[in-house]
T-cell receptor
């Protein structure tokens, strides 16, 4: 079993819809959870970051962490065509600084 | 301020040749990472440098791959005797990775080097 699992998509949704992106993981030591957004031919950029369990909201984006289920989510409200990108989840523990990435989900927002 | 820079942006090489890829991290960042991203694939961890500690080389796919980080700053990734399966985008990232930072694990990525082995 891979440490981090993420459905590669592609996921296509109409503009204005709520998007739900998810990752599961196996390492219970993970405490830092991140979502990166990567546009075509660009490097990933940090979108959201959460520590331990709970929710975090930033504008149209909400990150959720459920450590009991080893499941994290990113919700995008009022999705825009400019949200079309690949979204990668990432996580790390305190014991070392290496960050483990999911494979990324390709998202298309249809105008 | 300046972000992470990588050079060259594109590299086309013949099978069997050696290549060197360069990464200039953000000034003051103690941690530096190399990743490989193939078409439709996620980020494959290659190697991680943290300060003066021995690098974590656990992700290097073969002994043809090596990396150095001089003076705790610039890093070069070297691929010897390149093979076609080495074709990918090679991404470098740096982070502060210091205790007490709001997010010590936030990585800043460069634009990548697109390597094509013919």
């Amino acid at each position: 079993q891979k440490e981090v699992e993420q459905d590669p998509g592609p996921l296509s949704v109409p503009e204005g819809a709520i998007v739900s992106l998810n990752c599961t993981y196996s390492n219970s030591a993970f405490q830092y959870f991140m979502w990166y957004r990567q546009y075509s031919r660009k490097g990933p950029e940090l979108l959201m970051y959460t520590y331990s369990s709970g929710n975090k909201e930033d504008g149209r984006f909400t990150a959720q962490v459920d450590k009991s289920s080893k499941y994290i989510s990113l919700f995008i409200r009022d999705s825009q065509p400019s949200d079309s990108a690949t979204y990668l989840c990432a996580m790390s523990s305190n014991r070392d600084d290496k960050i483990i990435f999911g494979k990324g989900t390709r998202l298309h927002i249809l105008p | 301020g300046a972000g992470v820079s990588q050079s060259p942006s594109n590299k086309v090489t013949e099978k069997g040749k050696d290549v060197e890829l360069r990464c200039d991290p953000i000034s003051g960042h103690t941690a530096l990472y190399w990743y490989r991203q193939s078409l439709g694939q996620g980020l494959e961890f290659l190697i991680y440098f943290q300060g003066n500690s021995a690098p974590d080389k656990s992700g290097l796919p073969s002994d043809r791959f090596s990396a150095e980080r001089t003076g705790g700053s610039v890093s070069t990734l070297t691929i010897q005797r390149t093979q076609q399966e080495d074709s990918a985008v090679y991404l470098c990232a740096s982070s502060l990775s210091a205790p007490g930072q709001a997010n010590p694990y936030e990585q800043y990525f460069g634009p990548g080097t697109r390597l094509t082995v013919t």
